[in-house]
């Protein structure tokens, strides 16, 4: 019997602390689908297990600077806030944007200006009352082939690399550090920034935006298609870019080049106080050869990202709650999650693969939705290239040559078209079923069962069953397994 761990999700706050449970999402009331694929839905309602997520010492912590209301309106430009970081950078005192106001309207201005840095092609959905974010647009085989990305951040020595990999082992995620690829630019006796990269790097100021974009676009293009470490291949795969952005110019350099090319689905930020991050980067120091490496560097680093990183992190945030307000169904196409990042790397890691399961459990989603719709369209070809053909094998066949003519028939075998339901909407007239009582289980970072309640109604009848489907990610992303159903 598989463990399946507990989800932690709560639209107002989400900080995952050492000890907290991972994602298992469930939804109650019934819901009518109607197209776009689940993008629309009659009736229902959400309920999740939300629960709120503790420190250590039991109390709850997020970052505040005097948050704008949730309808963002321009005061000044977000580019000047660099300016006003380095004014204050003689004091000594630790930065607190919570008392500085122009601050707190340059982190409204940023986010107003990056209210479309998610890009055009995700989408808030519900799936049997679960809210999810609709990826569908952004797989390999749609026209804008555009790339996942989770930004990845936190002061100097918080363990970004060390959770970043424990990620891509078990999500198969691609993890790109914008300080390693500066690091190998600045290394390169080809690149004409590598002198500038250098001086950057030493005396803890930032790159400036168009070289790390540029580096960053070349890694994700050259990274897609390429087998992760075990030599395997996996489609729809997740992009960690860690250390990016780092300042309101980053961000606004985004925005401006990137949802193009790459869809921002949200943010872990690990929170950790100074002091451990210097003992951690002293320690880091006697091995890793790093010119960076050192106490003066590691406090000018801690001090930049404080003044110019985390309003970053508020600007994202606002831009989340904004969604939040705006979208009918509730939910935000951006989501960032503050992990407390202060313990064990064991533990540490229990909060970042909670908040991984939730942008993970998107991707699910949207798989099971299309399959589903493929169904009820009676379109055998888009069903089947959302399943593992070897699940429909007997004993003595290779589903390897299993030809159009016999996809079609299994199809017909074990599916049903979803019919007229008497209107003369043609996306609704194949709207004769109702999908209730969904939950999804991770049992992986590969691995998810998505079980619901189906009710078909035809010719007056009406028909209960529970379905439960398996999924896998492979070389053509999420696949359907496994499935089975059970009369109710």
């Known amino acids: 019997t598989p463990t399946f761990r507990r989800a932690t999700r709560s639209k107002s706050v989400r900080y995952l602390s050492s000890g907290s449970g991972s994602n298992c999402y469930s939804g109650q009331y019934q819901s009518k689908l109607f197209s776009p694929i689940f993008g629309g839905l009659r009736g229902g309602s ?74 055009p092609s995700t989408k808030p959905a519900t799936f049997g009352s679960i809210p999810f974010l609709d990826t569908s647009a952004l797989d390999s085989s749609t026209p804008s082939k555009q790339h996942r990305v989770l930004f990845v951040l936190g002061g100097p ?17 691609v993890h790109l550090s914008v300080g390693e690829l500066l690091r190998e630019a600045r290394a390169s006796d080809s ?23 540029q580096l960053l676009q070349t890694a994700m293009d050259e990274a897609y ?49 100074q002091d451990v991050l210097e003992a951690r980067i002293m320690s880091r120091a ?55 990042a202060t313990g064990t790397v064991d533990e540490v890691w229990d909060a970042t693969r909670a908040a991984m399961d939730g942008y993970v459990l998107n991707d699910v989603l949207s798989a099971n939705s299309r399959l589903i719709r493929a169904a009820l369209k009676g379109d055998a070809e888009s069903y089947m290239k959302l399943c593992d053909t070897t699940m429909f094998a007997k004993e003595d066949e290779d589903a390897s040559k299993f030809g159009d003519d016999k996809l079609k028939s299994l199809f017909k075998e074990y599916e049903r078209p979803g019919g007229n339901d008497g209107t003369d909407n043609d996306d609704e007239n194949i709207w004769n079923t109702v999908i209730s009582n969904a939950s999804v289980e991770m049992q992986s970072g590969t691995k998810a ?22 999924w896998s990610h492979g070389e053509n992303g999420w696949t359907c397994i496994f499935f089975y159903r059970k009369p109710l």
């Open 225 to 273: 298609k390429q087998p992760a470490a075990d030599g395997s291949k996996y489609g729809t795969r997740l992009f960690l870019v860690d250390g990016f952005p780092r300042n309101f110019d980053n961000l606004q350099g985004w925005t401006a080049n990137m949802p193009h090319v790459a869809s921002c689905l949200g943010a872990l930020v690990y929170d950790c106080p």
């Open 449 to 470: 069962i998505v079980s619901y309640d189906r009710t078909f109604t035809a010719d007056g009848n009406e028909e209960k069953l529970r379905e439960t489907r398996v």
């Open 286 to 340: 006697e091995t890793s050869g790093r010119s960076d490496d050192n106490l003066t560097s590691a406090r000018k680093r801690f001090k930049t990202f404080q003044m110019q990183t985390m309003p970053v992190v508020l600007a994202l945030e606002e831009v989340e709650k904004a969604q939040d307000a705006e979208e009918p169904l509730g939910t935000s196409r951006i989501r960032v999650t503050h992990i407390e």
């Open 191 to 213: 690149n004409p920034h590598a002198e500038l990269i250098e001086d950057c790097l030493v005396h803890g100021k930032i790159v400036p935006v168009e070289i790390s974009l």
């Open 157 to 173: 020595g918080a363990g970004k690399g060390t959770q970043s990999d424990l990620i891509v082992d078990n999500y198969k995620c």
């Open 46 to 119: 959400c309920s999740l297990n939300d629960t709120s997520s503790a420190g250590n010492d039991g109390s709850t912590s997020r970052y505040s600077a005097g948050r704008p209301p949730a309808g963002l309106r321009a005061s000044t430009p977000a580019s000047s806030a660099a300016a006003t970081a380095s004014s204050t950078s003689d004091n000594d005192k630790p930065y607190n944007a919570d008392s500085d106001k122009d601050m707190q309207r340059q982190i409204a201005d940023a986010a107003l200006a990056s209210r479309h840095i998610t890009g």
